[in-house]
Every structure is written in structure tokens, then in C-alpha cells.
């Protein structure tokens, strides 16, 4: 019934940019907090952003602060992450993610893989 799809990831070299987009389905998306996560190889899982149902609201990990933005679109049911200024240890699986308690989801994407190169 829910569906979290993650698009836009891919291969860029570091320094480059990259989007990611979330199209959320069966559910009512304004009403949920959303954000992303991402596991690199080698490596257990990680938060990276988050925002408030109302998008008035964000939350960055250290590692991605001043880099990453994430915002969202609940007209079109999307919730984004832009990612400038990338580098090689940014490389990791993103997943999408809605209804967010500390570490706790509600629902999970597939995700999508973003490779950076050096």
C-alpha cells in the first residue's frame, strides 16, 4: 500500500552535484515527518536529514551539514535531498524514509545508489 520510490542517484565525481527525489504513495504525505538515510559499504546505516511535516523544520548530520539540503513538495507528494559539494565518502545506498521518531521509521524506500568518484 505505501510506497517510498528513490530516484536520481547515480555516478559523480567529487565536488559534483546530485538530487535525489522520494515520490510518496498510500499515504497521506503532508502529515508525516520525512528524511534520509544512507549506508556507505563496509558500514551500518546512518541518519542523514530530516524534515517537519510543514518542511519549516530541518535536521542535518554533522557529516553533511552546510552540504546536503533537503526539502519537500507536498503537492507533489516528494520529499528531495541536494547534494553539492560531494565527496568520495559520501558514497553510499540513500534511503527514503517517512515517519521519523529519533531512529525510528514508520516506512522505508528501496533505495538508490550514489557513487562518487575521485
Known amino acids: 500500500q505505501v510506497q517510498l520510490v528513490e530516484s536520481g542517484g547515480g555516478l559523480v565525481q567529487a565536488g559534483g552535484s546530485l538530487r535525489l527525489s522520494c515520490a510518496a504513495s498510500?499515504?497521506?504525505?503532508?502529515?508525516?515527518?520525512m528524511g534520509w538515510f544512507r549506508q556507505a559499504p563496509g558500514k551500518e546505516r546512518e541518519f542523514v536529514a530530516t524534515?517537519?511535516?510543514?518542511?519549516?523544520?530541518?535536521y542535518y548530520a554533522d557529516s553533511v551539514k552546510g552540504r546536503f539540503t533537503v526539502s519537500r513538495d507536498n503537492a507533489k507528494n516528494t520529499v528531495y535531498l541536494q547534494m553539492s559539494s560531494l565527496k568520495p565518502e559520501d558514497t553510499a545506498v540513500y534511503y527514503c524514509?517517512?515517519?521519523?521518531?529519533?531512529?525510528?521509521?514508520?516506512?522505508w524506500g528501496k533505495g538508490t545508489l550514489v557513487t562518487v568518484s575521485s
Open positions: 524534515i517537519n511535516w510543514s518542511g519549516g523544520s530541518t
Open positions: 524514509a517517512a515517519g521519523l521518531k529519533g531512529l525510528s521509521v514508520d516506512y
Open positions: 498510500g499515504l497521506t504525505f503532508s502529515r508525516y515527518d
